[in-house]
């Protein structure tokens, strides 16, 4: 019998720069990617996401295709400056209309739309006039961008999600100046990430307030971080780790506090987070329904005396990558015994289980979806079909993890494989490709079913007992 609860949810995700296309499209205002990859030097030999796998004008293509996989689910990103060209005031009709044939195409097939609110697209408006997630402005904004959705969307999504990945926009945006707006400065990251978790909660009070039948979370990176030794530096070092990639980012949205320790840590040294009266109370009022999960890879984490920077493979050339870290706190090693992609990436299942079983641990048995799983690659072609088997292998055994960690007793509801369809990887160009579905890019943008494909349909169809 199958591990998997019967109404398990079979997914696979996207989000809008990434697949969409049509960036200036039907009266849609630019964001922040749609400026940012234009300037040179930004993203992988110059790509961006003004065409991508042009899903805005596929959608419908790519739905049957959905629908013929067996998806139960389907996890998407709406585009803010779509809805909203200057990120608040008027409303694009044309925006709206979009992702409200969207959703009524995945429920004529029986798919569950996921929300998610915001997957990294800004209205480069809102970064002009007021400085984008530096400034509380923006809480306000977010929360009427907010109650559109739920107005327009809410009588048919019943699964939401306000944020992902807050870790990555807000330490790539703002602290390594590898995302838009480019920032390096660990205080203007600190204070732009708590922006995120107030504009979150006022999301979440919102939802309730307004009575929109669903579940309304939050998705985050989930990356165990283990010591490369059990020396005393290294331990204590990885646990700085655990704290600053996982706590920060999971205490906020699930217990609606940050971590003690370290909250007096960054306010001593940098004066930040600064708190607005009424922002405590906020967050311990509206902790999510449930918690979404992007596990990908573990870290190796290691005492640091010497490394200071955050150089990442971006080639897909194996070994390019250099070790990130900052000195005096901690620095990401290579595990000499594992498994990496070209990326440099550790493929390592077991900690699918074992971070799900940290986050059980302390939080509770709250409600869990994987949000996001995948294997990019450079897939190969034989004979015009594309025969991506190390993606089944990768897939096949984190479905394997996840079934561990629901026999140990989590509330996992969901699995979403990154990607549904090869699209834009943000620094790493359409080379990186994570799909089932192909896409031609000779060949006017067509679609073509991957060998994972056929694999995964029948993972669904057998409720994960065919693997
Ligand atoms: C997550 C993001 O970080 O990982 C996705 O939510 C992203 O948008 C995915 O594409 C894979 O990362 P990358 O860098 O390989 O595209």
Not at 95 to 122: A, N, R
Not at 220 to 226: A, E, I, K, T
Request: with cysteine; charged share 25%; hydrophobic share 40%.
């Amino acid at each position: 019998m199958s591990v998997f609860p019967k109404d398990f949810l079979w997914g696979a995700a996207t989000a809008s720069y990434q697949v969409e296309g049509a960036h200036d499209a039907d009266g849609k205002g630019l964001s922040n990617w749609d400026v940012y990859s234009h300037l040179p030097g930004t993203t992988y030999m110059g790509t961006n996401g003004d065409v991508a796998a042009d899903h805005y004008h596929r959608f419908k293509e790519d739905v049957a295709l959905m629908a013929e996989l067996g998806m139960k689910s389907y996890r998407f990103s709406v585009s803010w400056p779509r809805l909203f060209p200057k990120g608040r005031g008027e409303v694009n009709e044309a925006g709206v209309k979009f992702y409200s044939d969207l959703i009524d195409e995945l429920l004529k097939y029986g798919i569950e739309p996921m929300l998610t609110m915001y997957h990294w697209d800004l209205p480069q408006a809102l970064q002009d006039e007021i400085g984008g997630w530096e400034s509380r402005e923006i809480i306000d904004a977010f929360e009427g961008y907010a109650r559109l959705l739920y107005e327009r969307y809410g009588d048919r999504v019943k699964l939401w999600a306000t944020f992902n990945e807050t870790i990555v926009f807000t330490g790539l945006g703002y602290l390594t100046g590898m995302h838009p707006p480019g920032v390096k400065d660990p205080k203007r990251a600190i204070q732009a990430c708590h922006h995120v978790f107030i504009a979150h909660a006022r999301a979440v009070e919102t939802f309730r307030k307004m009575g929109v039948q669903g579940q309304i979370g939050f998705v985050n990176v989930l990356q165990p971080n283990d010591p490369i030794t059990n020396s005393a530096e290294d331990v204590k070092a990885c646990e700085l780790a655990e704290a600053c990639f996982t706590h920060w980012f999971y205490d906020p949205v699930l217990k609606g506090e940050y971590p003690a320790e370290l909250l007096a840590m960054a306010q001593t040294a940098l004066g930040v987070p600064v708190f607005a009266p009424g922002d405590a109370e906020l967050m311990k009022n509206n902790i999510c329904d449930f918690i979404g999960v992007n596990y990908y890879k573990r870290e190796m984490i290691a005492a640091n005396y010497d490394v200071d920077g955050f150089e990442m493979n971006t080639s897909g050339q194996k070994g390019s990558g250099k070790e990130l870290g900052w000195k005096g706190l901690f620095k990401l090693v290579r595990n000499p015994n594992g498994r990496y992609t070209d990326w440099d990436w550790e493929i390592y299942p077991e900690g699918l289980t074992d971070a799900i079983m940290r986050i059980n641990k302390r939080y509770g048995n709250v409600p869990i979806y994987i949000t996001e799983n995948g294997l990019g690659a450079k897939d190969p072609i034989v004979n015009g079909e594309v025969l991506d088997q190390p993606r089944i292998d990768y897939l096949r055994e984190h479905i394997q993890a996840t079934g561990e960690a629901i026999k140990l007793g989590a509330d996992v509801r969901g699995y979403y494989p990154w990607s549904f369809i090869d699209l834009l990887s943000w620094l790493n160009g359409y080379q990186k490709q994570y799909g089932f579905v192909y896409i031609d890019q000779e060949n006017g943008l067509a679609r073509k079913k991957k060998l994972s494909f056929g694999w995964y349909q029948k993972v669904i169809s057998s409720n994960g007992e065919e693997l």
